[in-house]
């Protein structure tokens, strides 16, 4: 049974899984470049909201390498070994939160898009993902056969996105991004590093050193203390993010039963979580409540376990007009540069575009010798000072009937209010 189940099948020389060790904790020269590269194409993800750029700078990156080596060192009591991983994992986090910092300096999309912010914020499952991701890497490691698992370990213990994201609280100045990337990057670390250090001790990799029965309590108690030290506030924010999860949800309860139901059409909605007291900010198409009603609404927001909760229903017309002219204005902000070109493009078109069917059917009653009128306008000249606009009429006419040209242009000239006028005749071929 325990054959079944043993991690000594299968695994790899020790000497080799070492020697592997030591040679990709290094950051000089090519292993540099291709760290600077992966934060540069995790950066670019962030900043453009694509999961696929960000998941192949997770790929490449070659930040798994010391911290690995940080746990194998702590687990066999090779301090030289783990004052070279820390060395070098202090040079690579050095490098890419200057390299991702000046990289969101530098552009002009500074909004926090949704893959950045995602880092912003680390719970206990962060916890869990970067344990058993670290597992999962370091037995890999101890194969002969590799496998499969490295690229998604690679993917699942995320350490270039949160770094980006250190790097763009920096360039924003925004030190709440800051600390809350950097701390979901040290939990990352610190985990993987625990999980390493657990498996080789299982493993039984032979110390370096002779043991020492009172170093190694103080290495146990060091670790432990660090594991406090990074469970509780993960704790602290999974339990803050199920809150407000709870909030939300009893909100959409309260709104879907109260007001949705009876057929309230609600035109305006903003819930503030983080202010204390926390609001919830309504608006209607058209009904109207009372101070007493609205009073009422507010006592039963605890039947629904909203609590420390103040409901503002907005019914005045200039608190209504201000907050559709916010929403108007947000809007427009959000004008994407593609509407704008398509919204350019049609007021050319109506610029030169001549559909006046009136003046059609008066030049067929007044000038019946003139046939297939067609009537456009074209820009004359253009990139030049002396750039106009003239209106062309094309026309055909009969053999044997004449047109008055010049009275048919100043008829043109007083109906359409226009001096640039040029008549072309067309030939009948």
Sequence with gaps: MFDFISLHQGEEKRESVLENIKQSISFRGSNLWILACAIVIASVGLNVNSTAVVIGAMLISPLMGPIVGAGFALAVFDFELLKRCGKNLLIATIVSLVVSAIYFFISPFKDAQPELLARTSPTIYDVLIAFFGGLVGVIALTRVEKGNPIPGVAIATALMPPLCTAGYGLAMGNF??????????????????????????????????????????????????????????????????????????????????????????????????????????????????????????????????????????????????????????????????KDIIINNLQNEIKEFKFDDTETYKEIGILFPEAKNVSIGKFLLFPNSDSAKIETVVLFHHQEKEEIDTLKLKKWLIQKLSTNNIKLVELDKN
Excluded at 216 to 241: C, H, T
Excluded at 286 to 304: A, C, G
């Design 176 to 337: 709440s991004y800051f600390f809350g990337a950097f701390y979901l990057y040290s939990i990352n670390c610190f985990f993987i590093c625990i999980a390493t250090y657990f498996i080789v001790r299982y493993l039984k990799y032979t110390p370096v050193q002779f043991k020492n029965i009172r170093f190694e309590k103080q290495i146990r108690y060091g670790i432990s203390f660090l594991l406090v030290l990074m469970i509780v506030p993960s704790f602290y924010l999974a339990y803050n993010l199920l809150k407000e999860k709870q909030f939300h949800d009893n909100v959409s309860k309260f709104i879907e039963n109260e007001f949705t139901s009876n057929g309230y059409p609600i035109i305006f909605k903003e819930i503030k979580y983080n202010t204390s007291p926390k609001k919830i900010e309504l608006a209607f198409l058209s009904k109207r409540f009372s101070n007493e009603e609205e009073k009422q609404l507010n006592h039963r927001l605890n039947q629904y376990q909203i609590f420390n909760t103040s409901l503002i229903i907005k019914q005045g017309t200039q608190d209504l007009k201000k907050e559709i002219l916010n929403e108007l204005g947000t809007q427009n902000k959000a004008l994407s540069e």
